[in-house]
């Protein structure tokens, strides 16, 4: 998100309702200036009571030659600022909120450096926060987002001077969202609808056409291919920018504004109110959401903004009856671009020819010559060599000051490129300067046959203020392999669904999602979602061979397809009946990792990622049992000052679930339990159809229809108070099957939860006792514990690069996952498992073939693994050759999983 400065402009006077596309000279010069600029948007503009322009330019989709006009919907960037303090000012008219009480009335856990921090400051950036702290595509939920806030220490004392935070904004959505029960969205759109405004928010109906964002020939597509919740974009670009509006409701939102039809007199007044000034020499002021510049007849109350591809500006003369609304979809010519030469023709001046900034090619060896081309260039370098530190010199080297107090947000920037582009060398190939702008676009031709364009913005000084990169949209891809696929309903969506993901474009996915996809389940996930979701699978699988076909009925099955970090499985579930639409779709990633060639280059290679802080945790390589290399790596808790060791409890994640899938056939030896009775057998308060369709072997084998209960709203933002069985148990009733019992496979942590609840109903003990005292104790579980994170000897989970972003796990141990073990405790379970401690060969079994019964002995070859954010563990078994592995890391997911085969192979390869 970028806040550009306004220039300055003159003089003024406002308007009423529309009187016609263009009227009058003023509104013809607009017209031309326009026209002649090759702008592409919509303005509306108005003097003295009456629209003088009125009008949409260029196109808002070149490619099916739709055109811009004052109802289209335009993302708005720090426009959204204005709208989201009016939201604030209206609550505080009805009595939900104060202005001037602190955050801490509203958020919880505010820290004490945060404790003076009021709403006042929020609304005016003198909170002390950063600009950001993170990118706006990152995909962050609400509270994650204000722990991280808190943690983040201030720029400068609350109260102590200006400085434009979007973290502020944020916060302030956050805040509406507590005293409203809403989303932001919601409440904002339910604000703005009662004075017209129909066509703002950031999700709006499928009949509201919103236009393309373009750079130069590049389509930059639609605001929702970006990353975006359900509700809107995640938390770093909330309330703070983003919104899609057109100029017709900006023209509504100021004429409500000046009748009183929005606030009360008395907040009309605070919003416009110099509260702070904007900075030495700037000339103006902050209100709330406005800043605030002198007219000749009073004062110029405006915002601008900008997002990809789009930008706005709004300008408002309120003691001079004007108003200028400048909305832009091309990067060719920007809002901010013509705004100013615009006022002046309002006016009556006659403003310079337009002369816009053209990109200008130049050679790399050129650019190197410069200092700004030497700063975009050693971005390169810096990515090369895949280091923490690498990335860090290079924030300082080249930053500016603002910019390098978000150090590890651009940390973070370096692997979501390497993410992005999967791990391939970036290497420029050629160069765009845009001088006037002051950025460079470098460009880089991948051996995919895609190219990804590197953004690089610079400060006056020639420092670097911005970076953003995405991929050049619209290039061909490989052609599509054509996969051996039945002559079935599964094998025709299949075909379309594999054939899509060759087109990068945002429009072939939209029109699939209309054409393949059921309208339950569009309205389930949200379209904007599902076409973004193509777009990253698009990324990640698109022309790449499927090396496997798994079809379980002519409406479900599943595709494995190989890329170069391991197999990703697509699974689809169509509906029953004709037409047989897509019902479901699931995507499971298994990474393959390097390959390291003995086991010692494997735990050279883990001892290297430790001293770069890219890993931190345990390996342990057993052989038949007994150990043959155990190795702890890095922090277990930094702000303690802990050292990871061998003893070191780690959060197991789903791992979990191999204990809970132990004691259930435990019961079942012992004929407490019946795998194929029905639930209702053993738990009360389920749904009459649920408890006698259900079956416990349903549930072992994730078939029950249930998936996750991490979105209910009854766990959302409660997780501390979900603790025992029986609060799970709560929220899985209330929960809908997504499919009927035993229709197909569908990983379900709420499964898991009421396979506790019958552990418990069969066995008369409380889950964890039972497990502790059948499963953990008898096999020599020493140090496994069922605690929270923060018990001693327990690893601190951690985000990110480094250890920079502690990331507190809120959710209770359960029978799904988030028991706390160590390596030593996993080899003992293997190990009691092997020697039938645990289970007769029956069950052993039963466990070991996804809880069918065998024809004879099985010999274990499993991987199973656990991970949430900050939190990763894998398990790797190979019975046959008698080599285990286990990875314990208190980081993000794939940090063991990446390594747990890879060594597993690297032992093996000594036999």
Known sequence: MRRLLLSLVFAATACAQPSGTVSGEVGAALDAYLTDAGFSGAVVAGRDGVVVLRKGYGSADRARS?????????QIGSVTKPLTATLVLSLQDRGLLDVAAPLSDYLDGVPADKAAITLHHLLTHTAGLPDAIGSDDEAIGREAYVRRAFATPLDRAPGAGYAYSNVGFALLAAVVETVTGQTYDAALQDLLRSVGMERTGYRLPASVPVARGYDGDRDLGLPSDRPWAADGPYWNLR??????????????????????????????????????DEGEGSGSHYGYGWALFPAPSGTLVTH?????????????????????????????????????????ILFGGEPPPFAPERGEAVALAQLGSRPEGEAALAFFGAYAAGTEAAARDYVAAYLDDAFQRSADAVVAFFEAVRDEVGGQALVPSRAVVHRGEGRVELLSDLADGRTYALEVGFDDDGRIDGLSGDFVRGEAQAACPEPRLPDAPIGDRFRALLALLCDPGAEARRAFVIEHVAPRFVDEAGEGALVAGLGRLADEVGGREVVGVLLESETAGAVAIETPDGEVRVSLRLEDAAPHRIAGLDVEVGPAGPDFGDLGAALDHVAAEAEDGRFSGVVLVARDGEVVEERAYGWADRER??????????????????LTAVAILQLAERRLVDLDAPIGTYLDGFAPDVAGAVTVRHLLQHRSGWGHYWD?????????????????LDLVRTMPLGAEPGAREQYSNAGYEVLGGVVEAASGQRYADYVWEHVARPAGMTDARTARHGAPGHAAPYRGAGYDRPSPTAKAPSAAGGGYATARDLLRFQNALSDGRLLGPEALGLLFNRFEPSEGPVEPSVGIAGGAPGINAVWEWDAPSGWSVVVLANREPPAAEALGLPILRAAQSGD
Not at 245 to 253: G, N, P, W
Not at 642 to 652: C, K, P, Q
Not at 712 to 728: L, Q, S, Y
């Open 712 to 728: 209910h709203p009854d766990f959302v933002g409660r997780e501390a108070e979900v603790v025992e069985i029986d609060d799970f």
């Open 239 to 276: 309330g703070n920018g983003g919104l899609l509006s057109t100029a017709d409701d900006l023209l509504r939102f100021h004429e409500a504004l000046e009748a009183g039809d929005l606030l009360s007199d008395e907040a009309r007044r605070l919003s416009v109110t110099p509260h702070t």
């Open 304 to 344: 601008n903004g900008g997002d990809a591809g789009s930008s706005a500006d709004v300008l408002r003369f309120v003691d001079d009856d004007a108003v200028l609304i400048v909305l832009s979809n091309s990067r060719a010519v920007e809002a901010f671009d013509v705004s100013g030469a615009l006022a002046q």
């Open 66 to 74: 739709t055109p811009n006009t004052p109802a289209t919907a335009i």
């Open 641 to 658: 000052g802990e050292r990871v060791a061998l003893d070191t409890r780690f959060n197991i994640g789903s791992i979990n679930k191999e």
